[in-house]
């Protein structure tokens, strides 16, 4: 196989905060993702700039981190009926790679250095 074209690119993380675990649980069935209009262009740039994009998934007011998956596609116009309307963008493709709720206490160790160095959760 020749390389990737993006391999000596780096590897890029985001944290994605769902408002309820059945849209994560939809993710996990279906290898999809819709976030709000104001994420797209983040992670759009980061898929086309990056050799990977991991995708941290955690409910708000869980304490947990969900799963991670690694982004499959870039964001399309295309919405998902799955999330109804509650204001998200296009649809993506991920792939899950774990899905287990972690305490967030297991990563309070990992720091942002992008967001003045506080806790990743």
């Known amino acids: 196989k020749s390389p990737s074209p993006r391999q000596n690119m780096p590897v890029r993380y985001f944290i994605m905060k769902s408002s ?3 849209n994560i649980d939809i993710s996990q069935q279906k290898g ?3 976030t709000t209009p104001s994420n797209e262009r983040k992670l759009n740039a980061a898929f ?3 050799n990977a994009v991991y995708l941290i998934f955690s409910v708000q007011g869980s304490g947990c981190f969900q799963g991670f998956a690694r982004m ?3 964001i399309g116009c ?3 009926q799955d999330w109804g309307s509650a204001g998200f963008g ?5 792939d899950w790679i774990r899905k287990e709720s972690i ?3 297991f990563a309070h160790h990992l720091l942002n ?3 003045d160095s506080k806790k990743v959760q």
């Open 72 to 74: 499959r596609s870039a």
């Open 32 to 34: 999809i993702w819709s």
């Open 20 to 22: 309820n675990l059945q």
């Open 113 to 115: 250095p992008w967001n």
């Open 90 to 94: 296009g649809v993506f493709k991920v």
């Open 48 to 50: 086309w700039e990056s």
């Open 103 to 105: 305490p967030f206490q």
């Open 78 to 80: 295309e919405k998902s």
